[in-house]
């Protein structure tokens, strides 16, 4: 059995047209307008634009554009990448948006509200492919070239900040250290990413070597890579009988059925040997993660980390001195006590604040 990939989204607006690759990185193929009740005052709009796996083929991919009331005007634009850890594409951010099911909805408004822009990106793809950052970041900034060569949004000569936690700090991160080379003409003056897995080989193994309430996730990353790297991984040859039927059950999954599909399930629980045994995979899992990518962000970047998380702080800030000792200026914070879940939301208003400042054009603070 191949990779199983996601039943495909039953809305055409999200179909890539025949000529997709006639397109160039950015371009918006098609464009609608929402109705958006949840955010107040808020024009909605949802853009298809050209993007490019990690095969290199164009790709088609959403985004979807919450301008406050006054509309463009160059405004600040913020890109905010959602913690989406997801199978299934009705959890992609532009359903979730719109139908009340995201988590992270008061945080749009809590942007609109400073009267920034907001794009928030389907950073998973067309086939989502949770796991696959680096994807992630292209999708990233590609979207936020659709938006500001989207003409009635008027942001064309907005400048930009991005920001996410956990998954959509992944994608956040890989914007940010690819951004120098795929899209150096975006003027990206600020990044804030929290909680973010730096090595997504090393979380699986973590969470996975014992039983865990959170196995699923770093299993459901696995089927998104095999999605994402079809000729490159294959799973059949080392899952279990019960790694089959897991990956069946969350094919089209959202977060929660996935963690509770997974829960206190581990990697001897549904592989024959470790995925980290073949070199295929430790390559693609390098591809994916923000600390054995080469790249380096050259926006200034706010990093926030609960001292108390279950992903690790300190690979995390291994990275953040990599960063400073590039010459990025990085401010780096961790959250007394906090653990994953929590520190969210107590490192999301010092990340809008440090937008702020940079939208203002106060130059970065580092703790390097």
């Not at 634009?49 to 554009?65: E, G, H, K, Q, Y």
């Not at 005007?73 to 532009?94: H, I, K, T, W």
């Not at 948006?97 to 067309?126: C, K, T, Y």
């Not at 090393?202 to 959170?214: F, H, N, T």
Request: overall charge negative.
């Amino acid at each position: 059995m191949a990779a199983i990939f996601p039943l495909p989204d039953g809305d055409g607006f999200y179909f890539a047209p025949p000529n997709v690759g006639d397109f160039q990185p950015g371009d918006v193929i098609r464009s609608r307008p929402m109705s958006a009740p949840a955010y107040p005052g808020a024009t909605a709009w949802q853009l298809l634009f050209r993007s490019t796996n990690s095969a290199d083929a164009p790709i088609a991919a959403v985004t979807t554009l919450l301008l406050p009331a006054g509309g463009g005007g160059d405004r600040p634009l913020v890109s905010y990448q959602p913690f989406v850890n997801s199978l299934g594409m009705e959890c992609a951010p532009s359903h979730s948006i719109f139908n009340g099911s995201m988590q992270e909805s008061p945080a749009l408004n809590l942007l609109l509200a400073r009267g920034w822009a907001v794009a928030v990106p389907d950073h998973l793809g067309p086939t989502s492919a949770y796991g696959a950052a680096r994807l992630g970041g292209r999708l990233t900034l590609d979207g936020i070239r659709a938006v500001k060569r989207f003409a009635p949004a008027g942001l064309a000569g907005s400048p930009v900040g991005m920001a996410g936690y956990s998954g959509g700090g992944m994608a956040t991160g890989f914007a940010a250290a690819l951004a120098p080379e795929y899209a150096p003409e975006l003027p990206i003056v600020g990044v804030a990413m929290g909680g973010v897995p730096v090595n997504i080989g090393k979380l699986a193994r973590d969470v996975g070597s014992r039983p865990s309430p959170l196995f699923g996730l770093g299993f459901a990353a696995a089927v998104g890579l095999e999605r994402e790297y079809p000729s490159q991984l294959s799973m059949e040859r080392i899952l279990k009988p019960a790694g089959f039927a897991l990956r069946s059950q969350i094919a089209n999954a959202c977060a929660t059925q996935i963690i509770d599909a997974g829960a206190n399930k581990s990697l001897d629980d549904v592989f024959t040997v470790p995925m980290d045994t073949d070199p295929t995979t430790v390559r693609v899992l390098h591809d994916n993660s923000l600390e054995t990518f080469a790249g380096v962000p050259r926006a200034p970047l706010y990093q926030w980390h609960g001292a108390a998380d279950q992903v690790s702080p300190q690979l995390a800030q291994e990275v953040a001195g990599r960063y400073c000792h590039s010459g990025t200026p990085v401010l780096f914070e961790p959250i007394p006590g906090a653990d994953h879940g929590t520190a969210i939301a107590l490192g999301a208003p010092r990340a809008y604040g440090y937008l702020a400042d940079r939208f203002a054009g106060i130059p970065a603070p580092s703790n390097c």
